[in-house]
């Protein structure tokens, strides 16, 4: 019979708190997350001191609840693997302290993991991974296009210069007065309107992967407030539908013209903006219009926001090539793909 590896994997790097059990890496056995956004929706953001108190008050009984779903007890664990970063400092190190302390007392492998790893892990439940590969990831705090030539290997060669692009949606939500998270209620909005407002897109023609996404959030910003001033109303769907056809206009030409440059078998999208359903039938549209050779693999919708499942997933191939940290292990808020070396 097959090995069967079970790792425990604790996710908390900013507003959820989730613990899940994950099989080999490909097979979640729970995944309980307890989402903290009821309690930040009223400041339009998250608040650090708030988070890390609520990551407290859940880990414990996240930790009851992946396990009796799951069906198993710390013994038929073989290891706990952890997001350290980046993040929250203070939310994350109640999910490392959380972690050590299972894998201390259970003595049991620590291991860690990128948060941002984790995301493009959350497609490996939807297919094999095959080499080289580049994901698109698109959060609330990071926008990257990652090259992995084989497995374990991460080379960033695309990033934000400013906002991320999750970041920009919660920022116009913010000016139409939609509760913080925004991006899906936007997203809905935008399926109804037109791109009537034609708003910039930042570094679509240059010859480079980055991405900037501020200098669209202002435009939005001030034509709004230009025609709050002039006693004008406008059509909220299509302000919707003109920002988001800017954010994906941007970054499938993006993606395109990595996967131009760089041969590769697979594109994962992945990360909380992944969810996004205009982002998700563009680039279905365009790899079949340009890059039939290379297979997509999407996070599943309900993978795409922060969950330790995902974590479960990177963590197994770190486990499998002998990642390990050691009980002094630190939150690294500002954790890249280059520090992880
Ligand atoms: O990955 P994630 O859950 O947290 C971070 O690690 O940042 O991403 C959260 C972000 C938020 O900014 C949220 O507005 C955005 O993902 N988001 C979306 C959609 N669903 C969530 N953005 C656009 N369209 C969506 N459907
Ligand atoms: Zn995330």
Redesign the pocket.
């Known amino acids: 019979m097959a090995e069967r590896n079970l790792i425990l994997a604790f996710e908390s790097?900013?507003d959820e708190t989730s613990v899940a059990v994950v099989e080999n890496g490909e097979k979640i056995l729970s995944n309980i997350v307890a989402t903290q956004i009821k309690s930040h929706q009223r400041f339009g953001g998250v608040v650090p001191e708030v988070a890390s108190r609520h990551h407290i008050e859940w880990i414990n009984r996240c930790i009851d609840e992946a396990l009796a779903e799951a069906n198993v007890t710390y013994d038929d664990l073989a290891a706990v693997a952890i997001t350290y970063g980046p993040g929250l400092v203070g939310s994350l190190l109640v999910g490392v302290t959380a972690a050590k302390v299972v894998a201390w007392t259970h003595g049991l492998p620590l291991i860690p993991v990128n948060?941002m790893a984790g995301?493009i892990y959350a497609a490996r439940y939807v297919g094999e991974f095959k080499y080289p590969q580049m994901a698109l990831l698109v959060?609330?705090?990071?926008t990257e296009l990652v090259y992995m030539p084989k497995e374990h290997e991460y080379q960033i060669i695309g990033e934000t210069r400013d906002d991320a692009a999750?970041?920009a949606?919660?920022k116009v939500g913010r000016v139409l007065g939609v509760n913080y998270?925004?991006?899906?209620t936007?997203?809905e909005w935008a399926a109804q309107g037109q791109d009537t407002f034609h708003f910039p897109r930042a570094m679509e023609k240059e010859d480079n992967f980055d991405f900037s996404f501020s200098g669209l959030k202002s435009a939005f910003i001030n034509t709004v407030h230009n025609a709050d001033q002039r006693g004008e109303e406008l059509d909220k769907y299509d302000l919707a539908a003109s920002f988001q056809q800017s954010v994906v206009d941007v970054l499938a030409e993006k993606t395109i013209r990595a996967l131009d440059e760089y041969p590769v078998k697979q594109l994962i999208l992945a990360?909380?903006?992944a969810?996004?359903?205009g982002l998700r039938s563009r680039l279905e549209h365009d790899m079949q219009k340009f890059h039939p050779e290379v297979g997509m693999l999407q996070a599943p919708l309900k993978l795409?926001?922060?969950n330790a499942a995902m974590i479960g997933a990177a963590g197994y191939i770190n486990f499998i090539n002998g990642d390990r940290a050691q009980m002094d292990l630190n939150a690294v808020p500002g954790l890249n793909f280059e520090r992880m070396k």
């Open positions: 790097s900013c948060h995301h959060s609330g705090g990071h999750g970041e949606y919660d998270p925004a991006g899906k936007i997203d990360g909380g903006v969810a996004n359903h795409c926001g922060d």
